[in-house]
């Protein structure tokens, strides 16, 4: 006696979804089935759209529907600036600051060699590239203060000034062991202020 | 600035799933988008199956593929005894015991006022009609022993002793405050062989 394969293989598909175990995705595929068909219609449908329409930014690799995201596009931005920040989310919080009107660069994660996420995976050929397109002229790492945060930071610092080119980091502001999602907007905003060059 | 509105519309439709808020909701799409897009797309299609095949079996209401599920339409089981439950865990638990051997219904749920499920929402109406079709004997009532499960053992009890129906509770072999689905096989096979008559 097993539920209908079509119910097992749902729940098998929802522990697709991060922190999301067996008895989690059961209990989702239940409510799903039993109190709420119409939010799981358009999870389907939304879930589907965002597979067809959302690639990377091929300037600074944030999630976009256009070749080039609408930040990259606009001109009114300082091209002569980088800042490289782990996540689209950090990039979202920095831009609520408004302090800094600079370029992003998105790395989609961190140096984690245990996790499998290496040079390749946050997109550092992409990022070299793209900082040596002789208009930047600093490059300001913005990852967070965490160990994994710190190691990215260090390991890019280094590959940029091979290169000859400056790079900065944004001021300890935040507290150790702190994310930048999690942050108020005045502290991130002195970090961004008082950045200060990696020598 | 925002993120894409596909993703913005990907987080937003997370979110119907159980206990997943803005934040969650928002590390689940890109996980999906960035890690996992072979996942994200199953889960789609898994999302769009179920709700395309599963319905509910007309006689014991559990997820079903067909208008009768396959439990309720074997010849081999006992018709004169029926065993109610709250949710289709329970049913796949108490089969793991090996000890019932009569048909099943499958309350979908709880009375519980507060969170506006009343007696429609778990189908008594069914209930009552599945238990007087003149072959059931006794309704063996298998829901939680907690205040919410024991609240619709006693309502459920009434309504079908007004109608002179033998009814009786599986035994208080589990814990007080424990749940059927968490519980070992033997003490759930002794409180199904020494449930009571409801007096």
Do not use: W
């Not at 008895?23 to 799981?40: E, F, V």
């Not at 300037?59 to 920040?85: I, T, W």
């Not at 689209?88 to 600079?102: A, K, N, R, V």
């Not at 507290?175 to 020598?199: C, F, N, W, Y």
């Amino acid at each position: 006696m097993k539920n209908p394969p079509a119910l097992e293989h749902l729940v098998e598909s929802l522990r697709c979804l991060p922190g999301v175990g067996p008895k989690s995705a059961l209990r989702m595929a239940y409510h799903l089935l039993q109190r709420d068909r119409a939010g799981a219609a358009s999870l389907a449908s939304a879930l589907q759209t965002a597979l067809n329409q959302i690639g990377h930014c091929s300037l600074c690799n944030n999630f976009s529907e256009e070749p080039v995201c609408p930040l990259c596009s606009k001109g009114n931005r300082d091209p002569s600036l980088l800042c490289v920040v782990e996540m689209p989310t950090d990039l979202l919080m920095l831009e609520q600051t408004h302090t800094y009107h600079g370029m992003y660069f998105v790395l989609m994660g961190r140096l984690s060699p245990l996790d499998g996420v290496g040079p390749r995976e946050i997109h550092l050929d992409r990022l070299l590239k793209r900082a040596q397109d002789g208009i930047v002229e600093e490059i300001i790492l913005a990852t967070n203060y965490t160990v994994e945060g710190e190691a990215t930071a260090h390991y890019v610092s280094e590959l940029l000034k091979a290169r000859g080119l400056k790079v900065s980091r944004i001021a300890r502001g935040l507290p150790m062991g702190g994310e930048i999602e999690h942050v108020d907007s005045g502290t991130l905003a002195q970090a961004m202020m008082e950045r200060r060059a990696i020598k």
